[in-house]
């Protein structure tokens, strides 16, 4: 058979598959997984040996013995209220060292030193050196309580008495092993362990909560659901998973330990630092204290008390957990201030260019460089605004050799300069898939250089290279944990090595799970071996991130560090989010894949990963009219918004549907353009503190039960409450508006009219192709908008502004706009942005005064004042005013006011527009209302 052909077999044998179940592993057919599952309560009986307890200034060290094991135990003290908890191995008895993924790390948590450590003959107690944390460590049975700030007991390890830590071990005659220990099997697949089982598991009990969220990626409900007693539990394992099923645990693309529970009185949250294939049994029940009574009775009082517990179990690696429950002083614990520690832990997504947060057009494929052409200037015919045209695999070098990345088909794609020149002459970039597997050909440069430097990943005699089958045949897989792998990727995006490239071709990292046709559960073999001796099943989780991270340091290392990258990857872990966008995988063109699409985005977003997307249309089938234009109604509201198909179905661009669906996904796209202002600042808050642009609703509303648990509404920053239509045949939406905002009565207006909106439950219309999406501004807030649509981003990023400002119960309303450059990290490096606080008070019954107050250095260049001015103050649109204003005067950077006569009153809608007030928004100023 030909090499093409080849290619063609693997390209559309996989193309008209769903999941296939059996492909992939229970627990019942993980052995290590059902070893751990089995354990009942406390049968490890692990104790702490009080005569081996060491302390340093921000360090707890103590041995744990039971009748088999010793381990050792370390709490660490870290900053903002953080501790970390970790059971290992002693160093003076294993044999190997375990693999840490400190990759996965915003750098090394900054360790604080204790406030106090008390101990007697049953318990030692530690503060944390802020006081925001506490740690009882119970002698016997082993049981650390995990105390917030208020001394409220929120989370406890081993409660259960389910620790267990296989040690690595050397083979002994006479002794009997469990089955799999040494080696497992699983279809027709063997997988050796030369040290033995090295599995760890523990459990972890969220006291006084009954929900609970975190742990994805899974097609399945925003709060976790009890996995004990019902189905396998939660999965963490890349792998790559093809039309996935709603509603299972099973593991998809993206592996993040990260478990966040919430209640009325406190939020706290888990990271279980482990890069191997991770089990997560849940229940959610109201909870005797049983045989913790006594150590219960002090610090709750009830006879029960509801739980959410978590059994982690992980094939290697230790027990490695960070405790995070936020304090405020003002507020006390909040979802924010968890989020924030967990931020401060594995990092941030870096302000992306603006390009990035608007509209992209993808397809399996674009036939050639004509076909992209025409697509690019149809999105300008129909006045449709688009910023990035996306390749899929066939772009690559495919006449006789198929996938050859970094090398453009010599048919279809014979002058890639010009083509991405011509894209960027409309104001638009171009993005490419690149995948890490390796086409097996003497032939193809970059596989000969690996094999020169010996960068593949090993089989498990760590001598001969792995091989398996991909897209382009038989390939070979890069070890990226080997630092000359590493820096010869990053080499391979310097503008002279990727021939035809420029400044505005960006990247697509797929199939990094890795994706491995002919291997194991559709990826690579646990023995195989990487740098340094480790066995894949120790880093497996962590493998698309050190791909995608080189990837990124590759965009930035060609053009020296001075434009952001932008890439989109499908595989993820803890820290993904510091170097990728991720989206959701091969979802199907089905009702209930976009219904659960915003469940899965608000689980990464609580999980620290906030740049996320879904297929717009879906990517396996042909989406009805009607899905269609929904999907285009909820993508335009979510963080990362790409229409992306399979090679197989139908074009999708929006022209080919009717006039009156392609006029909805017009308008759809446009409300995303017409919002980036806002996009903007929140991403740009999301890099200072933490904050997923995407929220629960529960973040912003803590303290109202009745949306712990609601999934198919969420908010945007703290301003928009989104509540889309996910149902077919929908014409009405029934939503639940807060209605209490602290200790005020919620204020809603209708985010597209400025009507004011009663708060609690109604029905609302939402006519297909006739009605927006259903989107409430909250009162108190200020929304930045660009009215002016045009065909990109890029060519709307000095436009005027429109402000949207909402006030409160009390007449007040705060918000933020932020403009740089849109493309460089001057904004970072040399303060070369503008960042204006603005605020709307009521200051008596019959004056207001709105202020602006910018920072930073970025000023608006002359030549933009030509096209109506830089960065002006169009229009100033404030709702829920009650009344008319009599005058309205204007003062710029403390001269004396003017007089402003270009509003308009609307007391039906208490609406009042100011028209033009044209000042810069470089500059500070204020607006006195008169009533």
Aim: proline residues 5%; negative net charge.
């Amino acid at each position: 058979m030909s090499s093409r052909a080849v290619c063609l077999l693997l390209l559309f044998s996989f193309s008209s598959l769903a999941v296939k179940r059996g492909d992939f592993k229970t627990c019942s057919q993980s052995a290590f997984c059902k070893r751990h599952r089995a354990i009942s309560s406390n049968t490890n009986g692990y104790e702490v040996d009080w005569s081996t307890i060491e302390k340093t200034a921000n360090q707890f060290k103590a041995k744990l013995v039971n009748n088999e094991n010793r381990l050792q135990l370390t709490i660490t003290g870290l900053t903002e209220g953080r501790l970390r908890v970790q059971i290992d191995e002693p160093e003076e008895t294993a044999i190997r060292q375990r693999y840490i993924p400190t990759q996965a790390l915003a750098g090394d948590p900054v360790e604080l030193a204790f406030e106090s450590i008390k101990e007697d003959a049953d318990q030692a107690e530690i503060v944390n050196g802020d006081k925001q944390a506490k740690a009882i460590i119970h002698r016997s049975p082993f049981v650390i309580d995990l105390l917030n700030g208020n001394g409220d007991l929120v989370t406890q390890i081993n409660a259960g008495g389910k620790l267990k830590v296989d040690l690595f071990t050397t083979r002994k005659e006479g002794v009997q092993y469990p089955d799999g220990f040494w080696q497992e099997r699983f279809k027709s697949w063997t997988d050796s362990k030369p040290f033995g089982s090295s599995s760890v598991g523990v459990d972890i009990t969220m006291v006084g909560f009954r929900t609970a969220y975190g742990l994805p990626e899974h097609a399945d409900s925003f709060s976790l659901r009890s996995t004990v007693g019902s189905t396998d539990p939660y999965r963490l394992y890349n792998t790559d998973v093809f039309e996935y099923e709603i509603g299972n645990p099973m593991a998809l693309y993206v592996s993040v330990p990260h478990l966040l529970a919430h209640r009325k009185e406190a939020t706290a949250g888990v990271l279980w630092l482990n890069a191997a294939e991770t089990w997560v049994d849940t229940q959610s029940a109201e909870s005797s204290k049983g045989l913790f009574r006594k150590m219960w009775n002090t610090v709750v009082t009830d006879d029960s008390t509801p739980n959410f517990t978590s059994h982690f179990m992980s094939e290697s690696g230790l027990v490695d957990v960070f405790f995070f429950s936020g304090k405020s002083l003002e507020t006390g614990p909040t979802p924010q201030k968890v989020h924030k520690q967990l931020a401060l832990t594995s990092g941030v997504t870096p302000l992306p260019p603006l390009f990035a947060l608007g509209y992209h057009q993808s397809r399996w494929n674009y036939r050639n460089e004509d076909d992209v052409a025409k697509v690019t200037a149809k999105f300008d015919e129909h006045d449709i605004p688009m910023d990035v045209m996306w390749l899929d695999i066939e772009h690559t070098d495919g006449k006789k050799r198929c996938t050859k990345y970094f090398i453009w088909s010599p048919i279809h794609f014979k002058t890639p300069k010009q083509m991405i020149d011509g894209v960027a002459a409309t104001g638009r970039k171009m993005v490419t898939i690149i995948d890490p597997h390796i086409k097996k050909d003497p032939a193809y440069k970059v596989y000969q250089d690996a094999m020169v430097m010996e960068l593949y990943i090993k089989n498990a005699d760590n001598r001969t290279e792995y091989e398996g089958n991909c897209w382009p045949g038989t390939s070979k897989y890069l070890d990226f944990f080997k630092p000359k792998t590493r820096e010869y990727w990053i080499s391979q995006f310097a503008f002279d090595r990727y021939e035809g490239s420029t400044e505005n071709l960006y990247t697509w990292n797929d199939m990094n799970e890795p994706s491995v046709f002919s291997g194991p559960e559709g990826t690579i073999e646990r023995d195989a071996i990487h740098h340094g001796g480790l066995e894949n099943r120790e880093v497996h989780n962590i493998y698309g991130l050190q791909y995608h991270s080189a990837t990124f340091e590759g965009q930035l290392a060609r053009t020296d560090g001075v434009d952001r990258p932008f890439l989109l990857s499908r595989a993820g872990f803890i820290g993904s989010q510091r170097t990728a966008a991720i989206w959701t995988g091969d979802n199907a063109a089905e009702w209930s894949h976009l219904a659960i699409s915003s469940p899965m985005m608000l689980s990464l977003s609580v999980a620290g990963i906030p740049f996320a997307g879904a297929d717009v249309g879906g990517f396996f089938g042909n989406p009805s009219e009607e899905l269609h234009v929904r999907w285009y109604n909820v993508g335009a509201w979510q963080p990362f918004f790409r229409a992306h198909s399979h090679i197989e179905t139908r074009r999708r661009e929006p022209w080919l549907s009717s006039e009156k669906a392609m006029l909805s996904m017009r308008r759809s796209i446009r409300e995303r353009y017409a919002l980036l202002p806002y996009w903007y600042a929140i991403f740009r808050e999301h890099a200072q503190n933490g904050m997923p642009p995407m929220r629960p609703i529960f973040y912003e509303f803590p303290e109202e039960e009745k949306f712990f648990e609601t999934q198919d509404a969420w908010m945007i920053g703290d301003a928009l409450f989104v509540h889309p239509v996910v149902t077919k045949g929908a014409t009405t939406v029934t939503v639940q508006l807060p209605e209490r905002d602290g200790n005020k009565t919620a204020q809603w207006f209708d985010y597209h009219t400025g009507a004011p909106q009663l708060s609690g439950k109604q029905t609302i219309s939402a006519v297909l192709y006739e009605s927006p999406t259903p989107v409430w501004q909250r009162g108190g807030t200020i929304v930045p908008t660009w009215q002016r649509i045009r065909r990109s981003a890029w060519l709307m990023r000095a436009d005027p502004l429109t402000l949207l400002v909402a006030l409160d119960e009390d007449g007040q309303a705060k918000g933020t706009v932020y403009m740089d450059d849109a493309k460089t990290h001057a904004y970072r490096e040399k303060d070369e942005f503008v960042e204006a606080t603005m605020e709307y008070r009521s200051t008596s019954s019959s004056t207001a005064t709105f202020t602006s107050i910018p920072v930073g250095k970025f000023e608006a260049k002359n030549w933009i004042e030509m096209i109506e001015a830089s960065s002006l103050l169009n229009d100033l649109q404030i709702r829920g005013v009650r009344s008319s204003p009599v005058s309205v005067a204007l003062k710029v950077d403390g001269e004396a006011g003017q007089s402003h006569t270009g509003w308009k009153y609307d007391g039906k809608m208490q609406k009042l527009t100011l028209r033009k007030p044209g000042v810069l928004i470089t500059k500070q100023y204020s607006i006195e209302l008169f009533f």
